[in-house]
T-cell receptor, first 117, second 117 residues
Framework: AQTVTQSQPEMSVQEAETVTLSCTYD???????LFWYKQPPSRQMILVIR??????QNATENRFSVNFQKAAKSFSLKISDSQLGDAAMYFC??????????????FGKGMKLTVNP | GAVVSQHPSRVICKSGTSVKIECRSL??????MFWYRQFPKQSLMLMATSNEGSKATYEQGVEKDKFLINHASLTLSTLTVTSAHPEDSSFYIC?????????????FGSGTRLTVV
């Protein structure tokens, strides 16, 4: 079974600084998707960024970028120029690629990010 | 685009009564919807996968008769908590995947906080 591990339960960063959130996963599949979701105090889950495993290029979305290391099964999220609005719970998630495979997202336990002014 | 509406956002009910939570995809068709439960400061726990026009697939340990899921149309899935008890108090979140997509991020509803008194 696929598992997603976020080993750091909490992190803090100074406003305007850069922070990296770690995530590792375990799977026997060769093709899959990885996601980072953000859950602010409103509890609304928001997609931050996604990565297709068959793409070697790391995904980027403005201040958010990932470091995807397929062999190491590592998928870290880097937030640059941190803003107060980035404070939230961050969840790493995995999904198998195949249409006939499981549709469900497998989530890590989450990490609480605090941004200090 | 890709908006999922979930209602109600909060509900308080008496022990022994039933509560229905609705999840609607407003601007897209969702052949598959998912229902999660989230305890305080914890990750999302998948309860069931809801497919339009067929029976839901429940995760191991989830009581089918207590958590009734209906996915009657491509835009609506409902979760009914039957004979609710205080231990059912939790935050329930739905998500939907746009029909015809495989690896796109799933869109989440804003969640429902259920309190059983």
């Amino acid at each position: 079974a696929q598992t997603v591990t976020q080993s750091q339960p909490e992190m803090s960063v100074q406003e305007a600084e850069t922070v990296t959130l770690s995530c590792t996963y375990d799977t026997s599949e060769s093709d899959y998707y990885l996601f980072w979701y953000k859950q602010p105090p409103s509890r609304q889950m928001i997609l931050v960024i996604r990565q297709e495993a068959y793409k070697q290029q790391n995904a980027t979305e403005n201040r958010f970028s990932v470091n995807f290391q397929k062999a190491a099964k590592s998928f870290s999220l880097k937030i640059s120029d941190s803003q107060l609005g980035d404070a939230a719970m961050y969840f790493c998630a995995y999904k198998a690629l195949s249409e006939g495979g499981s549709e469900k997202l497998v989530f890590g336990k989450g990490m609480k990010l605090t941004v200090n002014p | 685009g890709a908006v999922v509406s979930q209602h109600p956002s909060r509900v308080i009910c008496k022990s022994g009564t039933s509560v229905k939570i609705e999840c609607r995809s407003l601007d897209f068709q969702a052949t598959t919807m998912f229902w999660y439960r989230q305890f305080p400061k914890q990750s999302l726990m998948l309860m069931a996968t809801s497919n339009e026009g067929s029976k839901a697939t429940y995760e191991q340990g989830v009581e089918k008769d207590k958590f009734l899921i209906n996915h009657a149309s491509l835009t609506l899935s409902t979760l009914t908590v039957t004979s609710a008890h205080p231990e059912d108090s939790s935050f329930y979140i739905c998500s939907a995947r746009r029909a015809g997509t495989v690896g796109s991020g799933y869109t989440f509803g804003s969640g429902t906080r259920l309190t059983v008194v």
